[in-house]
């Protein structure tokens, strides 16, 4: 089925189906990663970074128990 086609129906019900496997989630992702502006990117992944962070403190806390 043409990617058009695939298009057309998954709008009637309102929900994108494709979207709604792991690679379809995935090429979704890729996609609005990909329309992000470089200083995005950046404060994308600083924030990402900060998050792990903050993981692996609440991990040690955790372990120190």
């Known amino acids: 089925m ?9 709008s009637i019900d309102g929900i994108d189906w494709s979207v709604t496997t ?4 995935r090429r979704a992702q890729l996609r609005r990663w990909c329309a ?6 950046f404060s ?3 924030e990402m970074t900060q998050l792990a962070a903050r993981f692996s ?9």
């Open 2 to 10: 043409s990617e058009s086609h695939a298009d057309d129906e998954s």
């Open 22 to 25: 792991w690679e379809g989630s």
């Open 36 to 41: 992000l502006t470089l200083r995005e990117r």
């Open 44 to 46: 994308a992944l600083e």
């Open 57 to 65: 403190e609440m991990r040690e806390r955790a372990q120190t128990k």
